[in-house]
């Protein structure tokens, strides 16, 4: 059975940081694109954060880039999300997935990805 386990969610002030962790089980996916996404209440699914099978290249969405970094360990079967100067508009759940096929063809799109995990509450308070 394929899953994507987030951790390290949780209630922190604005400012402050967070580490995210989404770790594979039941498959490898060193060859696959993973993604964060996030969904506030009441609004849509966005995307966050996406990196290549080998790390080798990044992709965030403007409102976090410079604060957020992602990262992967393939050895672990595991992705990373480390968000850095945390602001009360980050707060939501966030979403780890990997892409459907190798690679990554479209890294901002919710389409391009075929795994997901339950998701991690994060919560900034002002």
């Not at 995210?20 to 996916?29: E, H, I, T, V």
């Not at 696959?32 to 996404?37: H, P, Q, S, T």
């Not at 602001?87 to 780890?96: G, H, Q, R």
């Amino acid at each position: 059975q394929v899953q994507l386990v987030e951790s390290g969610g949780g209630l922190v002030q604005a400012g402050g940081s967070l580490r995210l962790s989404c770790a594979a089980s039941g498959r490898s996916f060193s060859s696959n694109g993973m993604g964060w996404f996030r969904q506030a209440p009441g609004k849509e699914r966005e995307f966050v954060a996406a990196v290549t099978s080998n790390g080798g290249v990044t992709y965030y969405t403007d409102s976090v880039r410079g604060r957020f970094t992602v990262s992967r360990d393939n050895n672990k079967n595991t992705v990373y999300l480390q968000m850095n100067s945390l602001k009360p508009e980050d707060t939501a759940v966030y979403y780890c997935a990997a892409t459907s096929r190798n690679g990554i063809v479209n890294a901002k799109s919710s389409y391009s990805y075929g795994y997901w995990g339950q998701g991690t509450q994060v919560t900034i308070s002002s």
